[in-house]
């Protein structure tokens, strides 16, 4: 019996062990579960973070990479939301790349999740996405469908940047089908909403698209204000693909109206940042400006190239609104050019895609995808007036529900104070009338606190008046310090486009640097230069005044100089400032008796022969400085200037020949520098100047500019610049 009872204890301890040996196991795999979990929920995050910011930065790439490693590892953890953020960023990277059939897929897979998790907002942004396809597809019946679905959810959550967004791009499709007023009246509907939130974004796009309508409607003056207001802005933002477009309308309006020259700048800048946007439909709608420049000035050929560059490129993407522009626009060309066969033959191409861009049935779907918002819309607004009626009705009989209580509460309790009151009438005459004499002294002390009131209530309307007159002339000020700095900014954009950039000096002195420092945003000092094979012209100029008036005068000299040497092909540097001088003279009608005008230009300007090292040196109250074999020279100009007050009825300048070497440089300076002022009121001075040059000459020329910058910080510290700045360093 023992030994039963023995073999009966140790089966039991066998079989819980076995259990604690396998509950053991089912713990330590949920813990593991769970723990493989949060690490994938981690990782999930990380890799949304990373592809967030590959796409700001439009690695389109490596951002479509990323997507297809997360979206599995979501699929696993079930992670709805991840998943329809996912198929909308993956959606996208095909719109900005031009893949609309994969983008399409993408976005409705989005949807889907969308809907899934019944999010609104998402759910009118993947429309609103899709909407945008459908456009650069040129269907725009499809696109308006889905953009109206968009905007009918955001105003139902009364989401205002999702409308601002969405009126935007209804503008668009009516400004692609030519209608025009209908598009404006979305795009600054769009603008209110963005100047409520204060939304720069959608401000600066607002801006772009009123601009675009007013240049087809040939209202250039008002296009090319609004397209350098938005501008302004996406350079604040850094947008490049809003910079590209504002610089490619830009560059068209001044195509029309037969400013090539300016035009042609602000068009090849345009291209340059879609280059680097990698966006096909972009680069074709610049090609079509660029052509249509060409066009205008009778390059036939070469407007040809570029129409078929802008012809491949939207037949790549499915942009037929440009591939029909440059079918047009290339049946233009041949005909210009006598080929009425390649003419026809691209002419019936256009009228085809046309066709199919602006059929009837479209045109129908538009209208009806409109008409049938407006009516949803209205129906909303009926069924919230009557649910209002419902609830003002049934609030005015819940009140008059409690105002009959209360009379009755009132009667009843005025029944009860009658009858206590008769009773103790006799007993109580003597204290009315103690009390009522109390009362009419009560009424006299109110008088008085009701006029000394009065007094202080009008006291206090003529503070509050005066305060509202003190606020409206703040905003007054305010608003008018605002246009003028906008001014001015926007003639710092013209002003950049202008002048020559650093980056071409580059083609000809490997070792250079330009300090440029303007006093106020825009310069009257700058430099120029000019190439004609071997020699090189290069020049710094100091102008009369600074901000807008020495902006003015820096235009000036440099439209002036690019004549005389470029179009005149006068090489003697001081000829070019004898015809530089009697120019500037005449277009300030300085000769004239009654002339106010006085301004001048200080020149340094010298002619390099890069294949013998030759220097010729011109100056107008400009200094050259050079340093050969360790030395520093410094040739004086002549002590006159450029324009100006003149006594003598011709004025000549002197030129300075120079032999130098591979291991010498020369300094082209205005007075900016060593006039600036310190703390203690002394200016930095052109002995200092000279042996920071001399001290630092062997370094890179970059090296040098660093130095120069940092010591001109040091030295003027809190005090402000009192001049522009503008210095030119060459290693022959």
């Not at 456009?135 to 989401?159: D, N």
């Not at 007013?214 to 609004?226: S, W």
Request: with cysteine.
């Amino acid at each position: 019996m023992k030994k039963r009872s023995l073999f009966w204890n140790i089966h039991l301890l066998a079989i819980l062990l076995m259990s604690l040996k396998c509950y053991s196991q089912t713990v330590g795999e949920a813990i593991n579960t769970a723990i493989n979990s949060k690490r994938d929920s981690f990782e999930v995050v990380n890799l949304a973070n990373q592809i967030d910011t590959l796409y700001k930065h439009d690695d389109f790439t490596k951002a479509s990479e990323l997507i297809d490693k997360t979206i599995p590892i979501c699929e696993k953890l079930g992670q709805i939301d991840q998943l329809a953020k996912l198929y909308r960023t993956k959606g996208d990277v095909y719109r900005s790349t031009d893949k609309y059939v994969n983008a399409l897929e993408a976005l409705s897979t989005s949807l889907d999740y969308y809907k899934n998790i019944n999010d609104s907002k998402g759910i009118a942004s993947i429309k609103n996405r899709m909407g945008a396809v459908y456009r650069l597809q040129g269907k725009y019946s499809t696109a308006l469908e889905y953009y109206y679905e968009s905007l009918k959810i955001y105003q139902s959550i009364k989401f205002k940047s999702g409308i601002s967004f969405t009126m935007n791009n209804i503008g668009i499709v009516y400004l692609y089908q030519k209608d025009y007023d209908k598009a404006l009246e979305y795009y600054f509907n769009s603008l209110k909403l963005g100047e409520e939130l204060n939304d720069e974004e959608s401000i600066c796009i607002s801006y772009l698209n009123i601009g675009q309508a007013y240049q087809k409607k040939a209202e250039y003056t008002k296009a090319i204000d609004y397209l350098l207001k938005s501008l302004v802005i996406s350079k604040k933002l850094k947008n490049l693909d809003e910079i590209g477009v504002n610089y490619n309308e830009i560059g068209a309006i001044y195509t029309e109206q037969n400013n090539l020259q300016l035009a042609k700048t602000f068009l090849d800048q345009a291209l340059k940042t879609f280059n680097e946007l990698g966006s096909r439909s972009r680069q074709a709608e610049c090609h079509l400006y660029i052509g249509q420049n060409y066009f205008k000035n009778n390059e036939f050929q070469h407007a040809i190239s570029h129409y078929k560059t802008a012809l491949n490129l939207s037949k790549g993407t499915g942009a037929k609104e440009f591939y029909s522009n440059a079918l047009l626009k290339l049946s233009e060309a041949y005909e210009s050019i006598n080929n009425t066969a390649l003419a026809l033959n691209f002419y019936k191409g256009y009228i085809i895609t046309r066709d199919s861009l602006f059929s009837e049935d479209n045109t129908k779907r538009s209208v009806q995808a409109e008409l049938l918002y407006q009516f949803e819309r209205k129906q909303d607004i009926i069924r919230v007036v009557q649910e209002k009626r419902d609830e003002i009705f049934l609030e005015k009989v819940k009140n008059q529900k409690m105002v009959r209580n209360f009379l009755i509460a009132i009667l009843t309790l005025l029944i009860i104070l009658i009858v206590f009151g008769y009773s103790a009438f006799r007993g109580k005459q003597k204290a009315n009338i103690i009390l009522t004499n109390q009362q009419n002294e009560i009424l006299e002390k109110n008088e008085e606190l009701m006029q000394q009131q009065e007094e202080i209530l009008a006291q206090r309307d003529e503070i509050e008046k005066k305060n509202l007159i003190l606020e409206s002339s703040q905003q007054i000020i305010a608003a008018k310090n605002e246009r003028i700095i906008s001014s001015i900014e926007y003639a710092q954009t013209i002003q950049q486009a202008i002048l020559p950039h650093e980056a071409q000096l580059s083609q000809f002195f490997k070792d250079h640097f330009v300090v440029f420092l303007p006093k106020d945003i825009v310069s009257g000092d700058f430099f120029w230069f000019s190439a004609d094979q071997d020699t090189v012209f290069a020049a710094v100029i100091d102008c009369t005044g600074h901000g807008v008036p020495g902006s003015f005068m820096s235009l000036i000299g440099n439209t002036l100089l690019n004549q005389i040497v470029n179009e005149w092909h006068t090489h003697d540097p001081s000829l070019i400032l004898e015809y530089l001088n009697q120019k500037i003279r005449k277009a300030l009608q300085q000769d004239e008796t009654q002339s106010k005008s006085h301004a001048s230009m200080d020149v340094c300007l010298v002619k390099i022969n890069r294949a013998t090292h030759r220097v010729t040196f011109a100056g107008a109250n400009r200094p050259l400085l050079v340093i050969k074999d360790g030395k520093l020279e410094k040739i004086a100009g002549d002590r006159k200037s450029v324009g100006g007050y003149q006594r003598e009825s011709n004025r000549y300048y002197t030129n300075h020949e120079l032999n130098l070497d591979n291991s010498s440089y020369i300094y082209l300076t205005t007075d900016g520098f060593i006039d600036q002022m310190n703390a203690d009121k002394r200016k930095f001075g052109q002995k200092q100047l000279l042996e920071l040059l001399l001290e630092n000459h062997s370094q890179p020329m970059n090296s040098q500019k660093s130095i120069l910058l940092n010591i001109f910080d040091s030295y003027k510290q809190e005090v402000e610049q009192i001049d522009d700045i503008c210095i030119l360093g060459i290693k022959i």
